[in-house]
């Protein structure tokens, strides 16, 4: 399975973009699939999670009620709307399968054997 991130770009504080995680090799909705963000100098970190099968979603509280996950099963992507953005959201942001429970519920958390990560894609909000 593959998965890449695209969509980032440069925004003032206070605006939107729309992150888009197409998925090959594997359904995404047969499994959970995450969103991570990585800053200059620090740890990578999830923001969000989606295991849409089953209809579930889970946020960083960071991010909560800023950040939309959502799934699109025709286009077999994972998409990641983020509103209200701020300098602290700069950051590269990736996509990966995340571990998750046998009642699909999906954690920030990426499969331990995941080691595809990719370039990401930067989100450069300026104040």
């Known amino acids: 399975v593959q998965l890449q991130a695209s969509g980032g770009g440069s925004v003032q504080a206070g605006g939107s973009l729309s992150l888009s995680c197409t998925v090959s090799?594997?359904?995404?909705?047969?499994?959970?699939v995450g969103w991570f963000r990585q800053a200059p100098g620090k740890e990578r970190k999830g923001v969000a999670c989606?295991?849409?099968?089953?209809?579930?979603?889970y946020y960083a509280e960071s991010v909560k009620g800023r950040f939309t996950i959502s799934g699109d099963n025709a286009k077999n992507t994972v998409n990641l709307q983020v509103t209200d953005l701020k300098p602290e959201d700069t950051a590269v942001y990736f996509c990966a399968p995340v571990r998750s429970t046998g009642w699909g519920e999906c954690h920030l958390s990426p499969l331990r054997e995941w080691s595809s990560w990719g370039q990401g894609t930067l989100v450069t909000v300026s104040s």
């Open positions: 989606i295991y849409y099968r089953h209809d579930y979603t």
């Open positions: 090799g594997r359904r995404a909705s047969e499994y959970g």
